[in-house]
């Protein structure tokens, strides 16, 4: 079980994620680098409106992407990469900013030290990056199929549905599992169900959001 913690409103839950970056930033201040997980869809662009403004020396800080369509051409507009470049990386420029396109991702984030913070989002399947229903707990970055429900919740960002790529590139569970620290956030009435099934209830590769019960340093952030 995780405990959900309940913010007034989505500002106050984004800045308060970003003050926990910004220390932890300042905090490692001595170390080489920082390395900083990030997560696409409209739950953290809060996150990423009130990081713009923030002093810290960005240049040490490497950032890694959870998922990226396959099959999409990078500068396409609904790819991540065009998702981060828009919000974030156009107003703060980072180290070196990775995004999975093949096996090697978990090597390459090893090789850096590990993900430091990692924000994260959650479908309303219980997904975790494309962790669909049904992914093992051991699984690492790879190719994976989406599901019905994951294409339908994303056709808002595409003309038509048929237009969702049916596959994606993904962090694993085991990948997402492994970073230092993580913060869950849910922004709305309706992931409010499956963030309670995902923090009270059983794990269950039903729901891949529920092994996070498992990690030892997960914050959960919650408003409606
Ligand atoms: C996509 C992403 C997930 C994200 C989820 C929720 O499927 N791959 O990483 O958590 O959408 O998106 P939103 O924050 O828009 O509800």
């Known amino acids: ?9 989505y500002d106050e839950m984004s800045k308060w994620v970003v003050e926990q970056i910004r220390d932890a930033i300042n905090f490692n201040s001595v170390t080489k680098h920082f390395t900083l997980g990030l997560a696409t869809g409209s739950t953290p662009l809060g996150i990423y409106k009130y990081m713009r403004d923030e002093t810290w020396d960005s240049k040490k800080v490497y950032t890694f992407n959870l998922d990226e369509y396959a099959d999409l051409p990078y500068n396409h507009p609904q790819s991540y990469e065009h998702f981060m470049e828009e919000n974030l990386f156009a107003y703060k420029q ?3 900013s990775y995004f999975p396109e093949n096996e090697r991702y978990d090597d390459i984030i090893k090789n850096n030290g590990g993900i430091d913070i990692q924000i994260l989002g959650i479908g309303t399947n219980g997904h975790i990056a494309f962790n669909e ?3 093992p707990r051991d699984s690492l970055t790879r190719k994976v199929e989406l599901t019905e429900n994951t294409r339908k919740d994303n056709s808002r960002f595409f003309d038509i549905i048929d237009d969702v790529p049916t596959h994606a590139w993904t962090m694993g569970i085991e990948s997402i599992m492994r970073a230092k620290q993580i913060y869950l956030l849910a922004n709305g009435k309706h992931k409010k169900d499956i963030l309670e099934k995902a923090c009270y209830g059983d794990i269950t590769s039903d729901i891949p959001a529920s092994y996070l019960q498992e990690h030892n340093n997960i914050e959960v952030l919650y408003c409606d």
């Open 1 to 9: 079980m995780i405990e959900i913690n309940k913010y007034k409103n």
């Open 94 to 96: 980072f180290r070196y």
């Open 133 to 135: 229903p049904g992914s």
